[in-house]
């Protein structure tokens, strides 16, 4: 359990820099995209802490940006 701790502090360390990052980014949506990249480690941060296993289907894991 001290793994997935660690794991999701430092999702969480990566979320906040995504997020300062996206502060000082001039592109809306490179902007964007760095926030919803920021919520999707955030997302993991959680469901490690839940004891969720990711990569087995019970957590789809951070969307694909492709998308946006």
Not at 14 to 29: G, I, N, P
């Amino acid at each position: 359990m001290a793994d997935e701790r660690e794991l999701a502090a430092e999702y969480r360390r990566h979320a906040k820099a995504l997020r300062a990052a996206a502060k000082f980014d001039e592109h809306a949506r490179t902007s964007l995209i760095l926030k919803k990249i920021a919520d999707d480690y955030e997302l993991m941060a959680r469901a490690l802490e839940a004891g969720e296993e990711i990569g087995t289907g019970e957590f789809r894991g951070p969307r694909n940006v492709e998308r946006l």
